[in-house]
């Protein structure tokens, strides 16, 4: 009987092997490996959202939570977010959808449209808008077209310990694993988790314009934001004198660090981080996470390089490679950015989606090597 033969993982010295690998350059190309080495790279045609075996397994109480609401003409924009959110992530998700009832059978079509691989990843649970208290017509005026909504979220999701909320321009550039893994910093007395609105305090707007308290220097941006709806609800917000949603509203607005933790600014990345010259510190060190394409930029010309990013998730087909019909037209469109501030920063952007696909790589590409090949 032949020699049994070990499997180690293949060594990537740089992302260009990556690119190589998956744009199908000739082996005379490749760094060479000794000729009895296989590469079963059938990954490659594997779906790029295919679920791994054990997500099947993974017990309800461990998948993560995400939130989104969305009113008017949010449809498309929430699906990319939602498509953003299942492409990288290893964890299963169940989404809670709040919207009209207009656009309740459309999500629920388009989501079942998506392919086994993907629909694997997730559940969905569409709910209507609804508001505990007071007169709804005026707490859909306090923020974007109902996102008042976020408000009310630990009453109605009684049964959910934690959550992640996102509006609906946000979209996932690495797995949510990753910022779901931040709920594990809160300290015993933390509610929630947000981003910064500003790194540079003189040019925020809470800074300049605000009349209100708000928190620290710059006030924090809930365009993302971590919950633990335990310990919300147990704070007893419901039977306080002021009603549901205005007092978690002024928890959010007033509260010090006992209720509040502050996550670095890659985590909400928008286009005042770098339309005034590069100011997220953390995203030029460790790249855009979460992208927040606040302020319509993904449907003007302001800012193209988040418009771009937003157009090659929108258009990625589901069962295509991720870096022949992602990646790599994206850094064709960054060349045509080149001339705004943002465009200016390519590596800000595309650093964590490289790392997402540089671990999938890793672990999906093994070499064969006979025992005279091992040291």
Same mark, same amino acid.
């Given at each position: 009987?032949?020699?049994?033969?070990? /499997?180690? %993982?293949l060594?990537?010295?740089?992302?260009?092997?990556?690119?190589?690998?998956?744009?199908?350059?000739?082996?005379?190309?490749?760094?060479?490996?000794?000729?009895?080495?296989?590469?079963?790279?059938?990954?490659?045609?594997?779906?790029?959202?295919?679920?791994r075996?054990?997500?099947?397994?993974?017990?309800?109480e461990?998948?993560?939570?995400?939130?989104?609401?969305?009113?008017?003409?949010?449809?498309?924009? $929430?699906?990319?977010?939602?498509?953003?959110?299942?492409?990288?992530?290893?964890?299963?998700?169940?989404?809670?959808?709040?919207?009209?009832?207009?656009?309740?059978?459309?999500?629920?079509?388009?989501?079942?449209?998506?392919?086994?691989?993907? $629909?694997?990843?997730?559940?969905?649970?569409?709910y209507?808008? $609804?508001?505990?208290?007071?007169?709804?017509?005026?707490?859909?005026?306090?923020?974007?077209?109902?996102?008042?909504?976020?408000?009310?979220?630990?009453?109605?999701?009684?049964?959910?310990?934690?959550?992640?909320?996102?509006d609906?321009?946000?979209?996932?550039?690495?797995?949510?694993?990753?910022?779901?893994?931040?709920?594990?910093?809160?300290n015993?007395?933390?509610?929630a988790?947000m981003?910064?609105?500003?790194?540079?305090?003189?040019?925020? %707007?809470?800074?300049?314009?605000?009349?209100?308290?708000?928190?620290?220097?710059?006030?924090?941006?809930?365009?993302?934001?971590?919950?633990?709806?335990?310990?919300?609800?147990?704070?007893?917000?419901?039977?306080?004198?002021?009603?549901t949603?205005?007092?978690w509203?002024? /928890? /959010?607005?007033?509260?010090t660090?006992?209720?509040?933790?502050?996550?670095?600014?890659?985590?909400n990345?928008?286009?005042?981080?770098?339309m005034?010259?590069?100011?997220?510190?953390?995203?030029?060190?460790?790249?855009?996470?979460?992208?927040?394409?606040n302020?319509?930029?993904?449907?003007?010309?302001?800012?193209?390089?988040?418009?771009?990013?937003?157009?090659?998730?929108?258009?990625?087909?589901?069962?295509?490679?991720?870096?022949?019909?992602?990646?790599?037209?994206?850094?064709?469109?960054?060349?045509?950015?080149?001339?705004?501030?943002?465009?200016?920063?390519?590596?800000?952007?595309?650093?964590?989606?490289?790392?997402?696909?540089?671990?999938?790589?890793?672990?999906?590409?093994?070499?064969?090597?006979?025992?005279?090949?091992?040291?």
């Amino acid at each position: 009987m032949p020699s049994p033969q070990k /499997c180690t %993982w293949l060594p990537l010295p740089s992302f260009m092997r990556l690119a190589e690998l998956l744009l199908g350059l000739p082996p005379a190309l490749l760094v060479p490996v000794p000729l009895n080495c296989v590469f079963p790279l059938s990954f490659l045609a594997r779906r790029p959202g295919g679920a791994r075996a054990f997500q099947a397994a993974l017990p309800p109480e461990l998948w993560i939570h995400l939130a989104v609401v969305a009113c008017g003409d949010r449809l498309e924009e $929430t699906l990319v977010m939602l498509k953003s959110a299942v492409l990288f992530s290893h964890r299963k998700i169940q989404f809670h959808i709040f919207t009209e009832d207009a656009l309740r059978p459309e999500f629920d079509e388009q989501l079942r449209q998506w392919p086994d691989s993907y $629909t694997k990843k997730f559940e969905h649970r569409i709910y209507p808008i $609804t508001f505990s208290v007071g007169n709804p017509q005026e707490w859909k005026k306090l923020f974007k077209p109902c996102a008042a909504q976020r408000l009310f979220l630990p009453v109605i999701l009684k049964d959910v310990d934690s959550l992640l909320y996102v509006d609906t321009d946000v979209l996932f550039l690495r797995p949510v694993d990753d910022i779901w893994k931040l709920l594990r910093q809160f300290n015993s007395t933390q509610l929630a988790a947000m981003a910064p609105e500003h790194e540079i305090p003189k040019i925020g %707007w809470y800074s300049r314009f605000a009349r209100h308290p708000f928190y620290g220097a710059a006030g924090v941006n809930s365009g993302v934001m971590l919950m633990n709806l335990t310990r919300i609800r147990s704070a007893q917000f419901k039977n306080s004198v002021i009603p549901t949603g205005l007092a978690w509203k002024t /928890c /959010c607005t007033l509260c010090t660090k006992k209720c509040l933790y502050v996550f670095p600014c890659q985590w909400n990345y928008r286009p005042d981080h770098c339309m005034y010259g590069s100011n997220c510190k953390e995203a030029e060190r460790e790249g855009v996470s979460v992208l927040h394409g606040n302020r319509g930029v993904y449907h003007d010309d302001k800012q193209p390089t988040f418009k771009a990013l937003y157009e090659a998730v929108r258009d990625f087909p589901f069962q295509d490679n991720l870096f022949q019909s992602m990646y790599y037209p994206l850094q064709l469109k960054f060349l045509e950015t080149v001339h705004t501030l943002c465009g200016r920063i390519p590596q800000v952007f595309l650093k964590q989606i490289e790392k997402t696909m540089k671990r999938a790589y890793e672990r999906h590409v093994i070499i064969r090597v006979g025992p005279n090949q091992m040291h």
